[in-house]
């Protein structure tokens, strides 16, 4: 008869080499799940930017193209204003799906926010390539002057943005 010992020995060496097992499963998943939020970050970017340049293709966007073109810092730039403050062009790219999501978010907010705290509050999965792909939105919504970077990282409604317009058209105070 076996003793107790060895088969406690025995359960002990199976447990190991099963963990073991899974741990080198769930690596795999890991790197697998990785490549495939890379893979989605990029379709993501890739997506805005088609619709971007969609919009930017339509006849209303084209006028608004050639007055960028005369416009020292182009349309949506922001520049140099009184005491420092910037000062933000009237015409401002159409907002659709997620980034008109993300002003209205932050518009109603009372409080600068993170990428990961938008993403949150649009109900997207808290992971990586989400959190990166709306962070590049919050950067680009900056950039047309929709929101402001108060500090590295933390968004707002741009000054003079006051509601907004889903459209594109001029919606400052």
């Given at each position: 008869?076996t ?61 608004v ?22 000062e ?86």
């Amino acid at each position: 008869m076996t003793s107790l010992l060895t088969k406690l020995e025995r359960a002990e060496k199976s447990a190991r080499q099963q963990c073991a097992e899974l741990s080198g499963q769930m690596e795999e998943l890991q790197e697998r799940l990785a490549v495939a939020e890379r893979r989605l970050e990029r379709l993501s970017i890739a997506r805005e930017e088609l619709t971007a340049l969609e919009a930017a293709d339509e006849p209303a966007d084209a006028e608004v193209g050639e007055a960028a073109d005369l416009h020292p810092h182009g349309a949506g730039d922001t520049a140099p204003g009184p005491a420092g403050h910037a000062e933000v062009s009237q015409e401002r790219p159409a907002l659709r799906g997620l980034r008109k999501d993300a002003v209205v978010l932050l518009a109603s907010s009372d409080k600068p926010l993170r990428a990961r705290d938008v993403v949150r509050a649009l109900g997207q999965q808290d992971v990586r390539g989400q959190v990166e792909g709306m962070r590049a939105r919050l950067k680009r919504l900056v950039d047309d002057g929709w929101l402001a970077e108060r500090e590295q990282g933390l968004f707002t409604i741009a000054a003079g943005v006051n509601g907004f317009a889903g459209e594109g058209s001029a919606a400052t105070s």
